[in-house]
């Protein structure tokens, strides 16, 4: 016999075992309501106090009757109330298999609504298969990404060792820094991707120290500034001397994320970095004058691979997991990164952590 069947079973024999223990007290229970009727009510002729204790054979056969009629209506009662029971399960276990033998898309139906726990039940199964299918469509999507990124560096290096090596390019110091160049790719979007990966599954380590914002801020532009004056970019601090229990080379590391972006995608103009504590908490800005992002992407843009001006993107490389990095540094710290429409009409990307580290 199946496991359905078996709980089907059980669930019949425990409904009738109660009916038959019900119709038992209501046999005692007619008795002492017959004795009740009849000192209340007795007889015109006189009954020995025997005779009234005991029934006669057409009370047998009326409680008989009755005994009968009970168990039949209990019987389909226990039935009917199994059926409403085991729907939801055995879709349940339906659903189960499905989604074991590889269909996520299934689903299971909470029948009648009125077995509040049974149909909450199926409620938090349906929620988990869902979140299982939006899991594993997105890490779908991030092996497809990841393997596209991975595989315009790896091109080009094999390319130009393959050329180097039929003699078709020189290996001169030009093509040495390009080769460099493409390595210095990978590890960057390797090191990315282990930032990314740490902070969800929560063991990004962190060494936190006493750490002056404003000089890691400093540190940051400071190889920053050749690249940003090509790009257009005059950079415009404006920092407080702030002192943050947090981790340098990350909020560093976040730093450079953000004016690389801000290379890749402001239109020339100022670039204003900012550094302010408001209470307990510290904001990190910066703030570009254009083009600004759409309200569409806004709430995607701490999304891993994606990227606002794909032509902007091309030309200047880029994984789309800057922000990404940005975004799970502030969260590490126990802080938020957000954007903003920025008053000069362009992008504030800004970090906000607590002074303190959170125990």
Known sequence: MSQRGRLGRQIVLSMGLVSIITMLIAFVGSIVIYGLLFALAPPSAPISPKELLIPDPGDYLVFAILLLIGLVV?????????RRILAP??????????????DLAARAIPGDRSLGE?????????????????????????NA??????????????????????????????????????????????????????????????????????????????PMNEALDEAGLAVNLALEDIVVECDATRMRQAFLALLDNARRYA??????????????????????????????????????????????????????LGLSVVRAIASAHGGSAQYRPGSRGGSCFEITVPRRRRR
């Open 74 to 82: 209990a019987i389909i009662v226990a039935s009917r109330l199994a």
């Open 89 to 102: 399960l055995n879709s349940l276990a339906e659903g189960a298999r499905s989604i074991a033998a590889g």
């Open 118 to 142: 049974t149909a909450l039940l199926v409620d938090d199964f349906n929620a988990m298969a869902e979140r299982l299918q939006r899991m594993t469509a997105e890490m779908t999507a991030w």
């Open 145 to 222: 990404a990841i393997a596209h990124e991975l595989r315009t560096p790896l091109t080009i290096l094999r390319g130009r060792l393959q050329g180097m090596r039929d003699g078709v390019f020189v290996p001169n110091d030009t093509q040495i820094r390009g080769l460099l160049f493409q390595v210095e790719s990978l590890t960057r979007l390797v090191d990315d991707l282990h930032i990314v990966t740490l902070q969800d599954i929560g063991r990004l380590e962190m060494h936190v120290e006493p750490t002056h914002i404003d000089v890691e801020i400093r540190r940051a532009v400071e």
């Open 267 to 320: 239109v020339p103009g100022s670039l204003v970095i900012r550094a302010h504590a408001s209470g307990d908490e510290v904001s990190i800005s910066v703030e570009d004058a254009g083009p600004g992002l759409s309200p569409e992407f806004s709430s995607l843009v701490f999304e891993p691979f994606t990227r606002a001006d794909a032509s902007r993107s091309r030309k200047f490389g880029g994984s789309g």
